[in-house]
């Protein structure tokens, strides 16, 4: 079963920096999207970045793009992956729960797309 945990948020001031990490075990032999997303309150889920297993290849919300970097460490069996989020510059608005998510490929910043998710991770910035 493809299951995903996340972990590292936490509080920061403005300005600074936070790395989220998700544990992805995924099906071997299979290649897949992975992306975060992340949901404020009050707001709908938004899709922040994504990034393809196969080559690595990634794409970013543009009001993040300059500031978050995705990144995977890929698993040999792909059971054990480890995906990223480095949070640069962080402002009051990237407050949220931040959620890791997959599916085969990418369905893109709708967050209806998407069906299997983590347990997510606040993160603050004050």
């Known amino acids: 079963d493809v299951q995903l945990v996340e972990s590292g948020g936490g509080s920061v001031q403005t300005g600074g920096s936070l790395r989220l990490s998700c544990a992805a075990s995924?099906?071997?032999?299979?290649?897949?999207?992975l992306g975060w997303f992340r949901q404020a309150p009050g707001k709908e889920r938004e899709g922040v970045a994504f990034?393809?297993?196969?080559?690595?290849?990634?794409?970013?919300?543009?009001s993040v793009k300059d500031r978050f970097t995705i990144s995977l460490d890929n698993a040999m069996d792909n059971t054990k992956n480890t995906l990223y989020l480095q949070m640069n510059s962080l402002t009051p608005e990237d407050s949220a729960v931040y959620y890791c998510?997959?599916?085969?490929?990418?369905?893109?910043?709708?967050?209806?797309?998407?069906?299997?998710w983590g347990q997510g991770t606040q993160v603050t910035v004050s």
């Open positions: 995924l099906n071997p032999g299979d290649t897949y999207c």
């Open positions: 990034i393809y297993t196969v080559d690595h290849s990634s794409y970013y919300l543009d």
């Open positions: 998510t997959t599916r085969r490929t990418c369905g893109g910043f709708q967050s209806s797309r998407y069906d299997i």
